[in-house]
């Protein structure tokens, strides 16, 4: 979790920021939840999303996911559609 935080985290900032990427949330799921950890990525628009997912940006960025992870991401596209 240090590395994912201190590290990946500011890395897909940097990378992504400039591809409309706002801001980013991390949840950790209890011992026993199916996933350890959830990032909330929240993007300009969901075609931001699409474009910077292609870009030679998105490789550096799961190029790194081994540094902490033995799992691939499971990738879960949506649009807010409720906050207070």
């Given amino acids: 979790m ?5 590290t990946h985290m500011p890395l897909v900032q940097k990378l992504w920021g400039p591809h409309g990427l706002k801001n ?3 949840l950790k799921f209890n011992a026993d939840a199916p996933y ?3 990032a909330t990525l929240f993007w300009d628009s969901m075609g931001d999303f699409e474009k ?8 550096k ?3 790194d996911i081994p540094n902490f992870s033995s ?9 807010v ?4």
């Fill in 2 to 6: 240090d590395y994912y935080l201190s």
């Fill in 24 to 26: 980013w949330t991390v």
């Fill in 36 to 38: 350890s950890v959830q």
């Fill in 52 to 59: 910077a997912g292609k870009t030679e940006e998105a490789g």
């Fill in 61 to 63: 960025i799961m190029g």
């Fill in 71 to 79: 799992e691939q991401p499971t990738l879960m596209p949506g649009e």
């Fill in 81 to 84: 559609v409720g906050s207070q």
